[in-house]
Every structure is written in C-alpha cells, then in structure tokens.
C-alpha cells in the first residue's frame, strides 16, 4: 500500500508554471496624497488671513484718525460758536445803548376792542 504522502504528491502536478514579473511602471505621483497640494492651500489661506487683517488694522488706524480729527473740529466749532454768541451779545447791547433803549420794569398788556 502507498503511503499518503507519496498519493498526495502523485495527484500535484509536477510543478507550476512561474509567473513572470512584471515590470513594475512608474507610479504617478498624486499631490494630493504627498501633501503638497494641501501645504499650498494651507499657505495660500495662512496669507489671505494675515492680508485681511493688515486691511482691518489700516482701517482701524485711519478710523481713529477720524474720530480724533472729528472731536478737534467739534472743539474749535464749540469755540467758534462761543466768540460768536459774544460777539453777537456785545453788538446788540452796544445797539441798544446807542438808539437809548433800556430794559423794561414793568410790563402791561393792552387789551384791544373787539372786532
């Protein structure tokens, strides 16, 4: 009687044919998966942020040039309004001592007829 080994390897084939290699092609590279691509983008965003906030910074600084030009011209409007309401007072009572006129002392009210 045979041996199982020997029943085992009558039914193998003698032996299998050997695949050939392939050459193996050039893989291509994809930059999405090295990360290029995503470092460009990450940068390219970096620099959109920091160019929005220098605009802010810009207009910040210029608004509160405005803002310190705004309350200088309230100050010298104030001022201006001041000298003028003086000015204005002086000339009417100059007027008034010119053409005689004083200050009542007494007021009384004349009731007209009826119509």
Excluded: C, H
């Excluded at 802010?56 to 001041?82: F, G, H, I, K, P």
Aim: glycine share 4%; net charge positive.
């Amino acid at each position: 009687m045979a041996s199982w080994s020997a029943v085992a390897y009558a039914d193998a084939p003698a032996e299998a044919p050997r695949r050939r290699a392939r050459p193996v092609a050039a893989r291509r590279v994809d930059p999405l998966r090295n990360g290029v691509l995503w470092i460009v983008v990450v940068g390219t965003l970096l620099a959109g942020v920091v160019a929005l906030n220098v605009a802010v910074l810009q207009l910040n600084v210029r608004l509160d040039q405005l803002a310190r030009d705004r309350a200088t011209l309230r100050d010298q409007n104030a001022a201006l309004e001041s000298q003028s309401s003086s000015a204005k007072a002086s000339l009417q009572a100059r007027a008034s001592t010119r053409l005689g006129l004083v200050p009542a002392s007494d007021v009384t009210f004349v009731k007209l007829g009826k119509k």
